[in-house]
């Protein structure tokens, strides 16, 4: 039986329809991370082993200040905040998102290709398979982190030290 709250009762229907919209919202966020992590970690599969190494340094500073940036933007626009953000803290945002979302995809595709499947005769098609299906699977878990991440008061700027009205 639902009791009352502040004298009515809450309209069951409007409830799930918030919790439908905020879950929504984590995943759309979630999604936008590990896409981020899926794009940087296919270009570096596919990189001849000549470039892999400046693209894993370069590459992922560059990809997780982007993702950093479109993280906090996004969570401004879902959640209705108004912050701004040091650059500093936009790069570190993103350089932690990036870093687990990649974690995430090497350790799901190396275990599976050790363990499950006997060694390193699975082909990269299948590595690839592994990373889209991680990367549609995980962005609730990616998502809460990003929210927490830009929520947090760490970052953002004063108003009155940035000029803004």
């Known amino acids: 039986m639902v009791e009352p709250i502040g004298g009515e009762v809450p309209d069951s229907k409007a409830l799930i329809q918030s919790c439908l919209m905020e879950a929504l919202k984590v995943y759309l966020q979630g999604l936008v991370v590990a896409i981020s992590g899926g794009l940087y970690y296919t270009t570096y599969l596919l990189l001849l082993p000549d470039y ?24 401004n626009y879902l959640w209705s905040y108004d912050s701004r953000y040091s650059e500093l803290f936009l790069l570190g945002q993103g350089l ?3 870093f687990m979302s990649v974690i995430v995809l090497g350790v799901t595709t190396t275990v599976y290709t050790i363990q499950i499947d006997g060694g390193t005769q699975v082909g990269s098609l299948l590595q690839f398979q592994l990373g889209i299906a991680t990367t549609l699977i995980s962005p609730p878990f990616y998502g809460i982190l ?8 760490i970052g953002q700027l004063n108003r009155a030290q940035t000029g803004a009205d």
């Not at 990003?146 to 008061?153: C, D, F, L, R, Y």
């Open 96 to 98: 932690l998102l990036m």
């Open 52 to 75: 892999k190494m400046i693209w894993m340094t370069l590459g992922f500073v560059f990809v997780s200040y982007i993702l950093g940036i479109i993280n906090c933007r996004l969570t």
């Open 146 to 153: 990003a929210k927490e991440a830009a929520s947090s008061g």
